[in-house]
């Protein structure tokens, strides 16, 4: 009696530990933030803040003002070694891939920083260029204030967190929005090819 009251005590336990991973992970869909996030978006457009940006060039940019072009954003701080010298690498590559649409002003890459103290337009025109950016269309920005950026931060879905040296822990993704501009998709750091083959699907090419 006391072993079957045993095993219907686990099978209870396994029943609701199985019942939460399910709702956890949205249907086994799902089994990190970083996937529920993605699965979020590809089901449910993400509709973009009309947020204030300071360009590399010193210049103002309405982020809606670029409604009418697919984008591709990433989000980097500008001293980062790692993960933003990798991202802009992916985006030099994918400037020159896309070379004919950007210069049409189909497409733009966008670089948001969300080290607004530090990544002056000095410093983020020199990340442009350290990262080998030639020719038009990549954008390299910071918001005009703390709210904007946790505006962007939160509607991306983005993760920030200082890691006590004076760099951040960060998303390393690539977030294709519309021409109406919605955030429609999310793709790895590394995955370049494959965001491109997507801007050029929407552009029906």
């Known amino acids: 009696?006391?072993?079957?009251?045993?095993?219907?005590?686990?099978?209870?336990?396994?029943?609701?530990?199985?019942?939460?991973?399910?709702?956890?992970?949205?249907?086994?869909?799902?089994f990190?933030?970083?996937?529920?996030?993605?699965?979020?978006?590809?089901?449910?457009?993400?509709?973009?803040?009309?947020?204030?940006?300071?360009?590399?060039?010193?210049?103002?940019?309405d982020l809606g003002a670029l409604r009418g072009r697919w984008l591709l954003v990433d989000f980097i701080y500008t001293r980062c070694p790692s993960y933003?010298?990798?991202?802009?690498?992916?985006?030099?590559?994918?400037?020159?891939?896309?070379?004919g649409p950007l210069t049409r002003q189909e497409v733009a890459l966008l670089s948001i920083s969300f080290d607004g103290a530090h990544d002056t337009p000095a410093e983020l025109a020199a990340y442009l260029q350290r990262s080998g950016s030639r020719g038009p269309g990549w954008i390299a920005?910071?918001?005009?204030?703390?709210?904007?950026?946790a505006r962007l931060e939160r509607a991306f879905g983005v993760t920030v967190i200082a890691d006590g040296d004076g760099g951040f822990v960060h998303n390393d993704s690539l977030h294709l929005v519309d021409p109406r501009g919605r955030l429609v998709a999310i793709f790895d750091a590394g995955d370049g090819q494959r965001a491109a083959q997507a801007v050029l699907a929407g552009l029906g090419q």
């Not at 072993?3 to 399910?22: D, E």
């Not at 993605?38 to 010193?58: D, I, K, M, N």
């Not at 933003?84 to 070379?99: D, I, P, T």
């Open 1 to 30: 009696m006391a072993l079957l009251r045993t095993l219907c005590v686990s099978a209870a336990i396994a029943l609701a530990g199985g019942a939460a991973l399910v709702a956890g992970t949205d249907g086994l869909r799902a």
């Open 32 to 61: 990190t933030t970083e996937a529920a996030r993605r699965l979020a978006v590809r089901e449910h457009a993400v509709e973009l803040p009309a947020v204030a940006l300071e360009t590399a060039s010193g210049e103002r940019l």
């Open 84 to 99: 933003c010298a990798a991202l802009g690498s992916e985006f030099a590559q994918l400037q020159r891939h896309l070379a």
């Open 141 to 149: 920005a910071r918001p005009l204030d703390d709210r904007g950026l």
